[in-house]
């Protein structure tokens, strides 16, 4: 669970990134 939380929030942070990019 903690390995998909930290996924998850990796993926939503690597796509707000290139979002405001």
Not at 1 to 21: E, F, H, L, M, Q
Request: hydrophobic letters at 50%; zero cysteines.
């Amino acid at each position: 669970i903690v390995a998909g939380k930290d996924y998850s929030v990796t993926a939503n942070s690597r796509i707000v990134v290139v979002t405001a990019g």
